[in-house]
């Protein structure tokens, strides 16, 4: 071919693959064949051409697609600052962001200073996504501006979406305060307050995002249906219904359309409210603004349904929603499962199990854990292991949840070696147990006395690097304590202190009921003192375990003080007062047992069977008349 044919050539060819790009006909493989072809031929207005190749080639291959850039350099077709684009966006998706940096250099040593902007935030990205926001904000603060390269909104943007991902909303809030104040040409758009809105939502500071909300408006920003259903949600989050209301209302009167998202988040927080009648009125106002529900409206009904007992409606639901068209997800069959657990309906549970079956449909791993648990909570152990056989034959191996429940079913039944066969599988599989695996199993050898294998398991969490919480430590207590094994529950204690862990009443109470047990009233009394100076309050329960210590020591005058610190500052239950009129009938105090048993309706509260029956029995013995009166009060609870 003479040398005059080869420009046209080159421009059909050109032509060729701009065509193909903008069909998106073009697949990576033909992108490198076209861009060898063109290479061989290329000149200094193929770049175009070249650039259409190299998107194609660094959409699935960023790597490759910077090699591809270092021929165009070798082959001296100059490149365009969109070509540094996508080499910039190349390199960054490629995690090689020292190459960005490089590339961003040379392309404000040519002197694209406006069109590097563009750059940039390829760049900008890249940092942000490794969680380098700072650096980021430097350069768009800093660096941009000294190469004269102004940030625009995009630029801005890309910041605050990256301190929001870093859960630093509150700077970002500030960011947008520095710039609405700088008044200069770049002021915050609607995606700069929605990103910030659902930043601040997301750190749970819903006050925050609703002034947010409203300095937005203040400041002729008009939101969208993505605000405004931000603000809505985070509303009816707190229960804040009228000012949820408040905002759709403003939505309508903007002309923003509520969408089902909109109508969820109301239906949802109304439901968490149990006001059903507004309920229904979301619901009648969604269908006549021509909003249909979709799944998740379903689940929230449903989940609501289930939550309450209503497995029945809910069902009906379920089957409403199928016969409309709407196909259940997983989430719903777990809804509908969780809720016939909770009911014992295990007939229901496996129905619902087939059904899924017959649809194609698998139970995942919560699905599992929620019949796995359901079993468990029966000690219907070979129905356990057959779900967890299952489990393992239809594909999907075991999470940490499904195995600490089996774990946990066959500890409280101490077949130990059974458990401990579990755990060593699980570890074998790679997965990390937590601190529930371990306070089941600790808590089994505790039951069966294998203390070593206690001390051996308790090593072993720590090594792992979990630390241990309060109920942790208190469910070993009081193991060891029920066990007689008091001294070593204090040095636990002691451990729990050392390791910065807070005790809390239940913590003193299974402690002090410990040395009550043996005898041990001095250390009960330092225990209370000590309790007092950290700021704790003895509950009911406290009160219950002294005065049942106090009284089985024979120290019935200490229980006695007792009642009357614990009738001063506390709200017994009949069943502390049971213990306390039980404990004066045994130190023969008749009086004052009388005296405790006129003061129960002063507290709130009436005589149950087994007071009338302690007050009944003592006076049976004793012979005393006043027996036909209580019998007769007593004949009214039955």
């Known amino acids: 071919m003479s040398r005059r044919f080869v420009p046209l050539d080159r421009r059909i060819l050109e032509r060729n693959i701009k065509a193909r790009y903008h069909a998106g006909d073009i697949g990576t493989q033909d992108a490198l064949h076209l861009f060898d072809e063109l290479l061989h031929v290329a000149g200094p207005s193929s770049v175009r051409a070249i650039n259409c190749l190299l998107t194609v080639v660094g959409r699935d291959c960023p790597a ?21 684009g996508i080499l910039v966006d190349c390199c960054c998706r490629a995690g090689r962001l020292d190459l960005g940096h490089a590339a961003m250099g040379r392309v404000i040593k040519l002197g694209f200073t406006a069109e590097a902007i563009v750059n940039f935030s390829h760049l900008l990205k890249a940092i942000c996504a490794e969680k380098k926001t700072s650096y980021a904000m430097d350069i768009v603060l800093r660096i941009m501006p000294e190469f004269n390269c102004i940030p625009n909104i995009f630029s801005y943007n890309i910041l605050f979406k990256g301190l929001c991902n870093e859960k630093r909303s509150q700077e970002a809030l500030d960011l947008i305060q520095v710039m609405v104040e700088d008044g200069g040409c770049c002021q915050p758009d609607v995606v700069t307050y929605n990103t910030v809105i659902d930043g601040l939502l997301k750190e749970g500071e819903v006050g925050k995002a609703y002034s947010l909300f409203s300095e937005m408006l203040r400041q002729g920003v008009s939101p969208n249906v993505v605000t405004c259903n931000s603000i809505i949600s985070g509303m009816c989050k707190l229960h804040a219904m009228d000012k949820a209301e408040e905002v759709l209302q403003q939505m309508l009167d903007r002309g923003i359309l509520p969408d089902v998202a909109t109508y969820n988040s109301l239906i949802h927080g ?26 998740v409206t379903y689940n929230i009904q449903m989940d609501y349904l289930c939550k309450n007992g209503r497995c029945a409606e809910a069902r009906k639901i379920f089957d409403s929603m199928i016969s409309l068209g709407q196909k259940p997800t997983v989430t719903t069959y777990n809804i509908l499962l969780h809720g016939y657990a909770m009911e014992r309906s295990f007939h229901d549970m496996n129905c619902l199990i087939e059904l899924m079956d017959d649809n194609g449909i698998s139970p995942d791993h919560y699905g599992y854990n929620i019949l796995i648990s359901a079993y468990a909570k029966e000690k219907m152990v070979d129905d356990v292991l057959h779900i967890f056989t299952k489990m ?10 499904n195995y600490g429940a089996v774990i946990n079913l066959l500890s409280s039944i101490g077949r130990m070696d059974d458990a ?6 699980m570890i074998n599989e790679g997965l990390a ?6 306070n089941s199993l600790i808590s089994g050898f505790c039951s069966c006395g294998k203390w070593e294998k206690v001390h051996e398991l308790f090593s072993e969490m720590l090594d792992r690097g979990i630390c241990p919480n309060t109920v942790f430590f208190t469910t070993i207590m009081d193991r060891l304590c029920k066990n007689g094994r008091v001294m070593e529950a204090q040095d636990l204690f002691d451990l729990m202190v050392h390791m910065g862990v807070k005790p809390d009443v239940w913590t003193y109470n299974t402690l002090i009921g410990g040395y009550l047990f043996i005898g041990k009233m001095d250390e009960v009394s330092k225990l209370l003192d000590n309790m007092c100076s950290i700021g ?17 020591n024979g120290s019935i005058d200490d229980a006695l003080v007792v009642i009357r610190e614990m009738l001063d500052g506390v709200k017994p239950s009949i069943i502390t007062f049971n213990i306390m009129i039980g404990v004066l009938l045994k130190g023969s105090r008749m009086e004052e047992a009388k005296d405790l048993f006129d003061g129960i309706w002063a507290k709130g509260l009436v005589p149950d069977v087994v007071t009338y029956s302690l007050m ?11 027996v036909v009166n209580f019998f007769h009060q007593a004949s009214k609870l039955l």
């Open 536 to 552: 704790l309050k003895p509950n009911v329960f406290t009160y219950g375990i002294l005065i049942d210590g106090y009284s089985k």
């Open 433 to 438: 147990p937590d601190i529930i695996v371990f």
């Open 64 to 84: 490759l697609g910077v090699s591809l850039f270092n021929r165009v350099a070798r082959a001296k077709v100059p490149p365009h600052n969109v070509t540094y």
């Open 392 to 401: 393992r034959q239809q594909g999907l191996n075991p999470d940490v949840a």
């Open 420 to 425: 401990m066969s579990q755990y060593n599988q």
């Open 270 to 295: 109304y439901y968490s409210l149990g006001q059903c009648e507004e309920v229904d009125r979301i619901f009648k106002e969604m269908t006549t603004n021509g909003v249909q529900p979709d799944i």
């Open 616 to 626: 009944i029995q003592k006076l049976i013995e004793e012979g005393s008349l006043t």
